[in-house]
C-alpha cells in the first residue's frame, strides 16, 4: 500500500484546526480513510503535501512570522543636530508629519530616528522605500537637523568601523568642547578679575592694584571680553539657538543665546549712551552665563558617552578577521590534530568566512564565529552570553559562540553561523534596535518638552513686563537688591530676571530622563545575557504581577532522554527506529531524546516522507509506505481508522510505568510518555522520556512569589507529569494548567489579561510561540545559541540559558524604571520650583534672586544630574556580581 496524496487543513493561530484527508491507492482502486477535524477551521489557509515533499501555502500565517517581519517597513536614519527633548519632539514631528509615515521613534543619544512607513509605500517597491527615506532625511536636513538614511547590509566589518567612526566623532568633539570651555574659563577669570581685587581689598589684602588691574576694570574691555566670548566659545551655541529658531524649533540653544546677545546688547546701548542713563552695563554675565553652560555641556557629554561603554565593550568582542585553516583535499578534516603537516592558515575578513569553513583561534583570542569544535581542547569565557564569570570547558564536538574568549588552548572549529549572523552580532544589532524603541513614558517627557521651550519664553517676556511696569512700582525695595546694579535701574533688574528665567529652564533634563536610563539598562543587560528588545519592554516587564511558566525546556533543563520503551507485539529497538524517523527533523526537546536513544544503539533510520509536526500534539511522517505518528495518547489514536482499544492502551501505559518504577531516578524529575501509532494498527508502543529538572527552577519560582508575582505553570504534558513538576517547584495547585494545546495556553494569558494582569511567558520552544507573542512580556530562553520561533516571538531573550535570569531581567526592568521615574522627577522638579525663583518669586519677601550666571550653572548641573543619576544604574551590575561571588 503507498500513499499516494496527503492533504492538511490547517487553521493558524488563534483558531488552531487539523483536518487530515489521506487517499490511498491500492491495486489501482482509490479510497480513502480518516477524518478528524479538531476546532474551527477556516476556509483561508490550506496546506497541501504531496508525497514528493512539495509544499504550496495558499495562505497561511504562523504566528511569530509578524514578528519576524516587523522591521520590514521600517527605515532608519541618522539624525545630528538634536539638543534636548524639545528637538526630539520637533524631529517626530516633522516625520510624523508625513503622509506616507505611519510612526516615528527618535532617540536623541543614539541620533537614530526609526521611521515606520504606511503599508502601501512597501507594497509598491524597495526603490519607492528607498526614495520616500531620503526624502524624509532631506526634509530633516532642511529643517536644521542634519539626516542621512542609515546603509543597511553593511558587512560585519564595515558596521563595526562604523560605530567606531561615530565614537571617535564623539570623543573629537568633547575634545573640541574641553578647548573652548578653557578658553571660555580664562574669559571668566579676566572678566571678572575686577570683582576678586575687590574681594581682596574688603578682607584687607591690597595686591591687585597696577595698569591690569585698572585695564580689567574698564567697561569697554570687558565688552570685548563678552564679544570673545560670544563670537568664540560660545559661536556653535549661539548660531545654532538661532537656526533652531528660524526653522520653527527652538531648544536650549536658543534660550541660552537669546539671554546672552540680550544681555550683551542691553549692555552696549547702556554704555554706548550714556545720555539714557540705563546704567545697565554687566558685560560679565554673558561671558559668566557662557562659561557655565559649556562646562555643563562638556561634563554631560562626557557622561553620555560613558553611558554609551557597554555597547562599545560589546563592539570589543567583535572579530573582523579570522584564520582560515585550509588543508589538501586528502587530509581528513575531522582529525584530532588541530593543525595537519599540509594545512595552511590565511588571515581574511571574518565576513568572508563561509559555514563549513575551519577556522583557527589561539589563546587569548575572542572567537570570531559561531561553530563546532573540531580539534583542540581549551576553557573559553562565555560571561558575555552567561554572565558566569567562571570559564567553560571545551573540546572535540562542542559548540562556542562568537564573542565569547578562547582562554588555554588552540581550538579549530567549523563555522555554522558567520558575519552579521552570528551570536555577537546579532545581539549588537538588537541592543541597538532595542535603544531606539522608546518607553511608553517617554511620550509623556516629550508632550511637556515640545511646547517647552515656547513657554518659557513667553515666562520670560512675561517676567520682563510685569517687573519693568508693575513689579518695581508695587515693591520698590526689590531695587536695593544687587542684582538691580548699583543704582537700584528697575532696567537692569527686569532684563536679569527675564534672562534668568530663559537661561535656568532645562528641557534637556527631560529629554535625556529616559533615553538615558534606557541605554544604559539595555547595554547592561546585553552584558548580563539579556536581550531586550527596547525600552517598551523593560517598563512592561517592571509592573508585571503573573509569570506563566512552560514545564519541558523551561522549568526542566530540556535535555530528557528515553528512559523505557513498552509494545506488545514489537521489539523494542522496532519501535524505537520508527518513532526515530518521525521525529529525525523535529527540534522539540522529546524528539532530540528519541533520535540520540536510537543513534546511541546504532539503529539504522529509515528515511521519511512528507513529514508534518502539529504543535503540543505530535508529529506526523510515511515511514516504509505506511503513516506513522508519534505524540500524545489522544492526538495519536485519532490519526488513523483503527482505533486501539481503551483496555490495551491501559495495559501498555502500566507497563511503561513498571519500567520506571522498577528503575533508579531522581527525585526531581519529569516523566513524559509519548506514544507510537502505525497506519493500519493504531498504536503499537510508548515511549517515556525522563527530563531532569533545572537547579534554579525552585529558588526562581520562591523569588517570584516572594515579590508577589503568582506563578502558573502551563503544560502540554499530561496533568500527572505537570503536577510532579509544579508539586516540587511550588507552583500551587489551582495554578496548574496541563495538557494545553499552543491555542490553549494563549487562552490562558488572554483570560488574564482581559481581568487586568500583566503578564509574562517563559518558554524555550515553536509550541510556546503563541503565547510568548501574546504575553505583555515574552522571555524565551536560548538552547545553544540557536534562534527558534520561541526567540523570534520573544521580548527578552536569556542568552545564558538559565531559569534564573528572569529574575535578572525583573530586577534590572525595575532598576531601570526606577531611574526613569527618578529622572524625570527632578527634571519637573527643578523646573517647577527653579523658574518661580529665576523670575524673581522669592524676591519681594526673603530678598533673594538669581544672577544669569548662576542660573545657568543650576542648568547645566540640571542635565548632569540626569545623565549621572542613569549612570548609577551600572552599580546594578556590581551587586549582582557581588551576591554571585
Known amino acids: 500500500m503507498a500513499t499516494d496524496l496527503l492533504r492538511l487543513s490547517l487553521s493558524p493561530r488563534p483558531s488552531l484546526c487539523y483536518t487530515y484527508a489521506i487517499k490511498l491507492h491500492y491495486n489501482g482502486v482509490p479510497f480513502s480513510f480518516l477524518r478528524r477535524p479538531v476546532g474551527r477551521c477556516r476556509r483561508n489557509s490550506t496546506r497541501t503535501v504531496v508525497n514528493s515533499l512539495e509544499t504550496r501555502t495558499l495562505s497561511t500565517e504562523s504566528p511569530f512570522d509578524s514578528t519576524k517581519r516587523r522591521g520590514d517597513s521600517t527605515v532608519l536614519l541618522d539624525v545630528s543636530g538634536m539638543m ?185 546701548v547702556s554704555l554706548l549712551n550714556p545720555g539714557l542713563e540705563w546704567d545697565a552695563s554687566f558685560f560679565d554675565e554673558p561671558v559668566m552665563l557662557l562659561g557655565f553652560v559649556l562646562l555643563g555641556r562638556s561634563l554631560e557629554e562626557r557622561a553620555r558617552i560613558r553611558a554609551s561603554s557597554d555597547m562599545n565593550e560589546l563592539l570589543s568582542l567583535i572579530s573582523t578577521q579570522s584564520r582560515l585553516v585550509i588543508t589538501s583535499s586528502e587530509s581528513d578534516p575531522s582529525a584530532d590534530s588541530v593543525l595537519c603537516s599540509d594545512a595552511i592558515c590565511v588571515e581574511v575578513p571574518t565576513d568572508d568566512i563561509r559555514v563549513g569553513d575551519s577556522v583557527l583561534v589561539l589563546p587569548g583570542e575572542t572567537i570570531p564565529i559561531d561553530g563546532k569544535v573540531l580539534a583542540g581542547r581549551s576553557v573559553v569565557d562565555e560571561s558575555m552570553l552567561t554572565g558566569e564569570s567562571l570559564p567553560v570547558f571545551k573540546e572535540q564536538g562542542f559548540t562556542v559562540s562568537s564573542g565569547t574568549i578562547n582562554w588555554d588552548g588552540p581550538l579549530r572549529i567549523e563555522a555554522s553561523s558567520t558575519g552579521s549572523n552570528s551570536t555577537i552580532s546579532k545581539i549588537v544589532r538588537m541592543v541597538e534596535e532595542a535603544q531606539g524603541h522608546e518607553a511608553p513614558i517617554q511620550r509623556l517627557a516629550d508632550a511637556i518638552a515640545g511646547p517647552f521651550v515656547y513657554s518659557v519664553m513667553t515666562l520670560s517676556a512675561a517676567t520682563f513686563a510685569f517687573w519693568y511696569y508693575i513689579g518695581s512700582h508695587i515693591f520698590p525695595d526689590v531695587l536695593l537688591n544687587d542684582i538691580s546694579g548699583p543704582d537700584g535701574n528697575p532696567l537692569v533688574l527686569s532684563l536679569k530676571l527675564s534672562v534668568d528665567v530663559l537661561v535656568v529652564s532645562c528641557p534637556c533634563a527631560l529629554g535625556l530622563a529616559t533615553p538615558t536610563a534606557i541605554l544604559v539598562g539595555t547595554s547592561l543587560g546585553a552584558k548580563q545575557g539579556l536581550l531586550i528588545r527596547g525600552g517598551d519592554v523593560l517598563e512592561r516587564l517592571s509592573s508585571i504581577d503573573y509569570v506563566a511558566l512552560d514545564k519541558t525546556g523551561t522549568l526542566t533543563k530540556g535535555k530528557p532522554a528515553v528512559s523505557s520503551i513498552a509494545s506488545f507485539d514489537y521489539e523494542e529497538s522496532e519501535i524505537l527506529k520508527i518513532a526515530a524517523a518521525v521525529e529525525k527533523t523535529a ?160 487562552s490562558v494569558i488572554s483570560t488574564l489579561q482581559s481581568e487586568g494582569h500583566r503578564v ?126
Open 84 to 268: 534636548c527633548g524639545g528637538c526630539v519632539a520637533r524631529v517626530k514631528s516633522i516625520l510624523s508629519s508625513d503622509e506616507r509615515v505611519e510612526s516615528a521613534v527618535v532617540n536623541m543619544l543614539t541620533e537614530t530616528a526609526a521611521v515606520k512607513l504606511k503599508a502601501e509605500v512597501v507594497a509598491e517597491s524597495e526603490e519607492i522605500m528607498r526614495n520616500a527615506a531620503e526624502s524624509l532625511a532631506m526634509k530633516l536636513t532642511e529643517c536644521g537637523f542634519e539626516a542621512k538614511r542609515r546603509a543597511s547590509g553593511l558587512g560585519l566589518a564595515e558596521n563595526v568601523n562604523k560605530w567606531k567612526e561615530m565614537v571617535k566623532k564623539k570623543e573629537e568633539l568633547l575634545v573640541k568642547s574641553r578647548n573652548r570651555v578653557a578658553f571660555a574659563w580664562t574669559l571668566v577669570a579676566l572678566c571678572c578679575g575686577s570683582h576678586a581685587s575687590h574681594i581682596l581689598h574688603s578682607i584687607g589684602i591690597h595686591v591687585a592694584h597696577g595698569s591690569f588691574w585698572e585695564l580689567l576694570h574698564n567697561s569697554y574691555v570687558k565688552g570685548g571680553f563678552a564679544m570673545v566670548a560670544l563670537f568664540g566659545p560660545g559661536r556653535d551655541l549661539l548660531f545654532d539657538g538661532l537656526r533652531a529658531f528660524k526653522n520653527g524649533a527652538p531648544n536650549m540653544n536658543s534660550l541660552v543665546g537669546f539671554g546672552s546677545i540680550a544681555a550683551f546688547l542691553i549692555s552696549a
Open 587 to 746: 527540534t522539540h526537546p522529546i524528539a532530540k531524546a528519541i533520535v540520540n536513544e536510537a543513534e546511541s544503539l546504532n539503529i539504522n533510520i529509515p528515511v521519511t516522507r512528507g513529514q508534518l509536526s502539529e504543535p503540543g500534539f505530535g508529529t506526523l511522517a510515511e515511514v516504509d509506505g505506511r503513516l506513522v505518528a508519534v505524540g500524545s495518547l489522544d492526538w495519536v489514536n485519532e490519526r488513523f481508522q483503527r482505533r486501539t482499544h481503551i483496555t490495551d492502551l491501559t495495559r501498555l501505559e502500566h507497563a511503561v510505568k513498571h519500567q520506571l518504577s522498577s528503575g533508579k531516578l531522581p527525585i526531581n524529575y519529569s516523566n513524559t510518555v509519548v506514544y507510537v501509532g502505525r497506519e493500519g494498527e493504531g498504536i503499537i508502543g510508548a515511549i517515556a522520556i525522563s527530563d531532569n529538572l533545572r537547579h534554579d527552577a525552585e529558588s526562581t519560582v520562591s523569588w517570584l512569589q516572594q515579590k508577589g508575582i503568582k506563578t502558573l505553570l502551563l503544560s502540554g504534558d499530561r496533568e500527572e507529569a505537570a503536577a510532579s513538576i509544579a508539586m516540587t517547584v511550588g507552583i500551587d495547585k489551582e495554578n496548574i494548567n496541563s495538557s494545553l494545546t499552543p491555542q490553549q495556553k494563549l
Open 760 to 885: 509574562a511567558m517563559v518558554g524555550d520552544g515553536i509550541n510556546d510561540a503563541p503565547s510568548l507573542a501574546q504575553a505583555d512580556v515574552g522571555i524565551a530562553l536560548q538552547i545553544e545559541a540557536q534562534e527558534n520561533a520561541a526567540s523570534s516571538a520573544a521580548s527578552i531573550i536569556l542568552l545564558g540559558n538559565k531559569l534564573s535570569q528572569v529574575v535578572e531581567a525583573l530586577d534590572l526592568a525595575q532598576a531601570t524604571m526606577a531611574k526613569v521615574y527618578q529622572n524625570l522627577s527632578w527634571a519637573v522638579a527643578y523646573n517647577v520650583v527653579a523658574i518661580p525663583v529665576a523670575a524673581g518669586v522669592l524676591l519681594p519677601h526673603y530678598d533673594i534672586a538669581m544672577t544669569p550666571s548662576l542660573s545657568g550653572g543650576l542648568m547645566a548641573m540640571s542635565s548632569i544630574f540626569v545623565v549621572t543619576n542613569s549612570l548609577l544604574l551600572q552599580l546594578h551590575g556590581f551587586e549582582k556580581k557581588r551576591r554571585q561571588t
